[in-house]
């Protein structure tokens, strides 16, 4: 028997074809990739979509471990494996764009392990180091940051979706990024290591600093991306020799290294407001020299 024709304009049942849908926190701030959801009667996950999450997930033992390696004191294998996090999670999200592997479980697991990697972690460690020579208010600063590095990924997450970023149009973060924020409390501990000097060691010294990146992370300042920076092709052949005189560095005296590093970013973070004033003022003067719509 053949089917009736269908009654012209009747609605589709929901679910009736997959779109393309935006997904949902991306795995790394500087991402903006828009890919299609995958059809979920396609099978079980590949080799390949799970291969992001591994790392995700080694990026989220490194962290952790760190703290089992500060209850034994031992401080360079702690704040070591916290920098090794930081690595991993700089290439979990990049492989997953890479192979196409992006999803909204990958994205919500990489914001937990940062979380815990980049704000359980070093605050933890930072007080066992230095901050339980001043109980209170040493405690107080490891809280603060924890916390202020939570809120961080939350802000992130809450505005993925949303079309108004103007520090994202203009190629900037807002605030400090996670990964890079324990980098930088951890600097005191760079100096301390290399130099003997125990001021950097002070806790009120460090819940001071503590607290100021904390404010920081949750601050509504452009950052520099290094994913939007577009070097000059003059100055390309160089930079990649400087890059791998850096990682040599990094290499032979990894202290003193991420130390300069830390510096550079703080100091950095003026000529970026420069930066972002000026692409600022520029688009607010194309936008005023066009002619409105009709």
């Known amino acids: 028997m053949s089917r009736p024709p269908a009654k012209r304009g009747a609605r589709k049942l929901p679910g009736a074809r997959f779109l393309a849908a935006r997904l949902g926190p991306k795995a790394a701030e500087d991402e903006d990739d ?41 401080w360079t294998f702690a704040i070591g494996l916290v ?63 924890a916390i202020c590095c939570v809120l961080r990924l939350a802000r992130f997450n809450a505005r993925i979706d949303l079309d108004d970023q103007p520090h994202k149009s203009a190629g900037f973060l807002t605030g400090v990024p996670a990964p890079v924020g324990a980098g930088l409390a951890f600097t005191p501990f760079y100096l301390w290591l290399e130099t003997g000097y125990a001021g950097f060691r002070d806790p009120v010294l460090m819940a001071a600093w503590l607290t100021l990146i904390a404010g920081l992370m949750i601050s509504n300042l452009p ?54 004033a000026r692409i600022r003022r520029r688009k607010q003067a194309a936008e005023t020299a066009s002619p409105p719509a009709a």
């Open 83 to 145: 920098v090794l996090a930081g690595v991993l999670d700089g290439i979990d999200g990049r492989i997953a764009r890479l192979l196409n592997a992006q999803s909204r479980f990958g994205a919500e697991l990489d914001s937990l392990a940062d979380s815990l990697s980049f704000g359980v972690a070093p605050a933890l460690i930072l007080f066992m180091w230095s901050l339980e020579g001043w109980p209170t208010f040493g405690w107080l600063g490891a809280l603060a940051f």
């Open 223 to 276: 950052t520099l991306s290094w994913a939007s920076l577009r070097p000059r092709r003059a100055i390309r052949l160089p930079l990649i020799a400087f890059t791998g005189l850096a990682f040599a560095a990094l290499l032979l005296e990894p202290w003193w290294t991420l130390a300069a590093i830390s510096i550079v970013y703080l100091a950095l973070m003026p000529y970026g407001l420069v930066k972002y």
């Open 34 to 74: 828009v890919r299609p959801l995958r059809d979920p009667g396609a099978g079980g996950l590949t080799l390949r979509a799970m291969l992001p999450n591994a790392i995700t997930a080694a990026a989220l033992c490194s962290g952790l471990t760190g703290i089992r390696f500060a209850i034994e004191g031992q």
